[in-house]
């Protein structure tokens, strides 16, 4: 599967923004699907993940009650609502399917998007 991701951009404290990550193939709806992301001089860290049988979901702590993560396996797309953005959310946000995406670890995750970046300005 080959994933693509947008919506990132520049937004103050306290705003919102959308991210979508697009996924190609025929296969989607059978991949567990996530977010993580990476600032600079950071390792890449789990943000959100969504499973692919039962639509679970699961989110890191400091994002809890902030950022909502769903999917749309008729059109094959995952999103990322995230609202009272912070400056610690600044970073490059990567889609991710498959492997171990819903244990929160990146390491063996076997498809990426390009990354999308999110500044929170404060």
């Known amino acids: 599967v080959q994933l693509q991701a947008s919506g990132g951009g520049l937004v103050q404290a306290g705003g919102a923004l959308r991210l979508s990550c697009a996924a190609s193939?025929?296969?989607?709806?059978?991949?567990?699907m996530g977010w993580f992301r990476q600032a600079p001089g950071k390792e890449r860290e789990f943000v959100a993940a969504?499973?692919?049988?039962?639509?679970?979901?699961y989110y890191t702590g400091s994002v809890k009650g902030r950022f909502t993560i769903s999917r749309d396996n008729a059109k094959n797309t995952m999103l990322l609502q995230m609202n009272s953005l912070k400056p610690e959310d600044t970073a490059v946000y990567y889609c991710?399917?498959?492997?171990?995406?819903?244990?929160?670890?990146?390491?063996?995750?076997?498809?990426w998007g390009q990354g999308t970046q999110v500044t929170v300005s404060s």
């Open positions: 193939g025929r296969t989607f709806s059978r991949y567990d």
């Open positions: 991710a399917a498959g492997g171990t995406v819903l244990t929160m670890s990146a390491s063996g995750v076997p498809y």
């Open positions: 969504i499973s692919a049988y039962d639509a679970n979901t």
